[in-house]
């Protein structure tokens, strides 16, 4: 296709017609018909486990649809895979990145290509392709050495290299900080408008989609509820035919109108009073090749409060939830939990001192989604030891412990032994706050806990750590979503280049001031200290 194609402006590049498809008892979809037209930005908005990832996975060949038909360009096509996705024009960016860490820019972005590749060729356009889009990525860069931010950018040129006509983005902003949000919409609507290409974007975010879409179309129950032109959509009208229930409607509306969901638990109290639950004293991190990631990091977290941490994304917030995850040693400084020290170098040192961690990625260290779901749970060191005799597991009470968090913590998902991927990302992360709390840690990490959740399923989210803090622990919020932080937070600290640089107490948060700090300037020290990454 031409970079520019007016021709196609406006007709049917995707029909898809009466697609269902079913999972074990679980129907993902139930006889979808959809049209997303060359030159529009069509977005679709669903709660979490609505359908929607499922039906651009059948479009893309990830899954096979059980009934139905899909046209392309007007012809009827059977999809069997992404490398037939991707010889139709398809091309998709996947929620969870599918970068090979190890390999460079380059190699990631011609990755799966047939015959023989030049690298220089393949540099040569994957630079001219960066430039082009405002991707602005290292192409000789090791993949393993960007942030979240840029590694969204190279899953974007891997897509765009390939010239699709159809452009499928599975909530592609839910790692991206604001500014990198707005810079991706601006290269949406560019490459939809100017060059005629089709693009469904699926999103949870109302404010997201009324800014970026030509059209929505809301599903619900695996079914389409309804499709609008964005001009007729109101945040009112979508979050009611999302949720079919005007009382919830109501809660999200109030969620949408103002991000802050509850009064944080001891505001007004002295903080100082309160029993110090976690200490970071002066603590150094680095990673296997010498990068320094933690450098003189010191926070506090007390009883009954939440902390936030905001940052740019990479200035030190992974590492910190992996100290806190025992999965990251310190070089110097000391971990304390209740006042006495506690080694992260020992593998489940941070669990047993009641430290619990909802981690930042769900699937690379939160969970292991080839597993089923009641594996999942027995992860757990504590749980596990609870359906254990003589040693062995007790089948029996690992499916009544399961059935219990997920009556509990209202998990869908077809059985106890469904395999964890086929639970949507909002009962993922059910599953893993049920596995979390069930030992009432004394201290609670949650690390981006409502990335890649709907606001219905962020919102819960919210509650539980509000409620968790109201229970006397403390809660160490770890989050680029700053209205999140600042709803929430007793406190808020900055981190940048792996050092809290700025503290803000509930009464005092100031967006500008805040804004300043998260640009890296400390205005207690008067100096600007950029905040690169780590």
Same mark, same amino acid.
């Given at each position: 296709?031409?970079?520019?194609?007016?021709?196609?402006?406006?007709?049917?590049?995707?029909?898809?017609?009466?697609?269902?498809?079913?999972?074990? %008892?679980?129907?993902?979809?139930?006889?979808v018909s959809l049209d997303i037209r060359a030159g529009e930005i069509h977005g679709i908005l669903g709660q979490n486990g609505a359908g929607k990832s499922t039906l651009m996975k059948i479009l893309y060949g990830l899954h096979a649809p059980d009934e139905g038909t899909i046209a392309i360009h007007g012809e009827p096509m059977e999809i069997r895979s992404p490398r037939e996705a991707m010889a139709l024009g398809i091309g998709m960016v996947h929620q969870h990145l599918s970068v090979i860490r190890e390999l460079t820019v380059w190699e990631n972005v011609a990755l799966g290509e047939p015959g023989r590749l030049r690298s220089s060729e393949v540099i040569a356009e994957t630079t001219e392709l960066s430039d082009r889009y405002g991707l602005y990525v290292d192409p000789h860069a090791r993949v393993g050495s960007l942030t979240a931010g840029q590694q969204q950018r190279v899953e974007i040129l891997k897509c765009l290299w390939r010239n699709p006509t159809i452009i499928i983005l599975d909530e592609p902003t839910s790692i991206l900080s604001p500014l990198e949000s707005r810079q991706l919409f601006e290269i949406l609507r560019r490459i939809s408008i100017t060059e005629g290409r089709a693009i469904a974007l699926i999103s949870h975010k109302l404010d997201e989609l009324l800014e970026v879409t030509d059209r929505i179309t809301v599903m619900r129950d695996g079914r389409v509820v309804v499709t609008m032109d964005t001009g007729d959509a109101t945040p009112a009208r979508l979050a009611r035919e999302m949720v079919a229930e005007d009382d919830i409607a109501q809660r999200l509306l109030s969620l949408i109108r103002d991000p802050k969901v509850a009064e944080a638990p001891g505001a007004g109290t002295d903080g100082d009073q309160r029993a110090r639950l976690?200490?970071?004293?002066?603590a150094t991190a680095s990673a296997s090749d010498g990068r320094r990631l933690l450098e003189g990091c010191s926070l506090t977290v007390r009883a009954g409060e939440i902390v936030g941490v905001a940052g740019v994304e990479g200035n030190g917030q992974a590492p910190l939830e992996y100290?806190?995850?025992?999965?990251?040693?310190?070089?110097? !400084?000391?971990?304390?939990?209740?006042?006495?020290?506690?080694?992260?170098?020992? %593998?489940g040192s941070m669990r047993r001192a !009641?430290?619990?961690?909802?981690?930042?990625?769900?699937?690379?260290?939160?969970?292991?989604?080839?597993?089923t779901l009641s594996e999942n749970i027995i992860i757990h060191e504590g749980l596990r030891r609870g359906v254990t005799r003589r040693g062995f597991l007790q089948r029996s009470g690992v499916r009544r412990l399961t059935r219990l968090l997920i009556d509990r913590h209202r998990i869908k998902a077809s059985s106890p032994a469904a395999p964890f991927w086929t639970l949507s990302g909002g009962n993922q992360q059910r599953a893993v706050v049920a596995r979390e709390l069930y030992d009432h840690p004394d201290?609670?990490?949650?690390?981006? %806990?409502?990335?890649?959740?709907?606001?219905?399923?962020?919102?819960?989210?919210?509650?539980?750590?509000?409620k968790v803090a109201g229970h006397?622990?403390?809660?160490?919020?770890?989050?680029?979503?700053?209205?999140?932080?600042?709803?929430?937070?007793?406190?808020?600290?900055?981190?940048?280049?792996?050092r809290i640089i700025g503290e803000l107490p509930r009464h005092e948060i100031d967006h500008e001031r805040l804004g300043l700090l998260l640009g890296g300037f400390d205005d207690k020290a008067g100096e600007s200290k950029v905040a690169d990454t780590v």
């Open positions: 296709m031409s970079d520019h194609d007016p021709d196609r402006l406006g007709r049917v590049a995707v029909s898809i017609r009466d697609v269902s498809k079913r999972f074990g %008892p679980t129907q993902a979809c139930r006889d976690l200490e970071l004293r002066d100290v806190l995850s025992s999965l990251l040693d310190l070089d110097a !400084g000391e971990v304390l939990v209740h006042g006495r020290p506690v080694d992260p170098a020992v %593998p !009641g430290v619990g961690v909802i981690a930042g990625d769900r699937h690379a260290s939160g969970s292991a989604v080839g597993m201290v609670l990490v949650a690390a981006q %806990p409502t990335r890649g959740l709907d606001v219905a399923a962020a919102e819960e989210m919210r509650d539980y750590l509000v006397g622990a403390g809660v160490l919020l770890i989050s680029t979503d700053l209205d999140e932080i600042i709803s929430l937070s007793d406190r808020v600290l900055v981190m940048s280049r792996g």
